[in-house]
């Protein structure tokens, strides 16, 4: 068969996903990647992607684990390659689904990486003591403020990346958020995030405006809308964020952050439904990953407050010892030796 039939498919495919499902040109990549993985397989076997059968998927499975790709990402492109059928079923261009009664890989419940709540503090406070130069401290004011939204909201870098100043309600305390799929929420934000913001809005975005402004004169293009700038008045790109992480810790990502917001709200006794709402997951079983965490926090609240929990029969068992001396206390001292 024509290897070349996959290409006008594909192409069509990444149409729906960009206007029909209203997906961003990044998922749409990352889609399009896996398919064209499985295209390139489907070719090595003379086959192409309308006619793939249930063996042909499954020989993908085993070829991606022959080669050492983990289950996560194994699971993640059968994903893919579902969501690619049920399109084709839908569109009437064939009958017949591969991926049915395709057992998913079963992905390692690996923990998500986070770090320690006084890691986090001292990295919020090195990015807090902003340099005295009028431009240096424009960049740590940026800086700070984008450490401290990533951590107090639990975004995403590209959805840090993509705020408008307008986005940003500083009295109500909160801002809104474009995520996955341009699907949008309002996250809440602590004082501490919010402080960083309005410093940053207020002394250091106009001065980046200003210094791309003084560099390009009349032809200057600066972004009005956006609210991070670069020194040359453009917006921050994805890989520039996860570099200024990087130098703020060594150990963590954006998405580390990301991880560290969750983790500390469950540990300090936030619900698994608060936390899914405040990082967007569809769906609360990508949320569950924080479930040793709430088990942990509910053991805990189970010792101390439960009738038989281990701190309240410890003291009844303490208060009858007591009660038992009080009551050897008030008998005759014939009736105590006898």
Known sequence: MDPTANLPLLKDYQAYLRVEKGLRPLTCEAYLGDMRTFAEFLESRNGVLLTATQQDVAALLEHLRNHGIDSRSSARKLSCLRGFYKWLLLDRRIHHDPTLNIESPKAWKVLPKALAEPEVTEMMERAAMAAT???????????????ELLYAGGLRVSEVTALSTSDLALDAGRVQVRGKG?????????????????TYLNEGRPHLARIS???????????????????????LTRQWVWHLVKLANGKASPHTLRHSCATHMVEHGADLRSVQLLLGHADISTTQVYTHLALGRLKTVLREHHPRGTRLLKERAANEHNDSEAADDQLPDAAVTS
């Not at 240096?136 to 940026?142: D, E, G, I, Q």
């Not at 402004?213 to 917006?235: E, I, T």
């Open 133 to 147: 130069h009028p431009q240096a401290r424009a960049t740590a004011l940026r800086d700070h403020a984008i450490l």
């Open 182 to 198: 341009d699907k949008e929420r309002i996250v809440p934000l602590g004082r501490a995030a919010l402080e960083a913001l309005e």
């Open 213 to 235: 402004s003084a560099r390009k004169g009349n032809s200057a293009r600066v972004d009005s809308a956006r609210m991070f700038l670069s020194l040359r008045g453009m917006p």
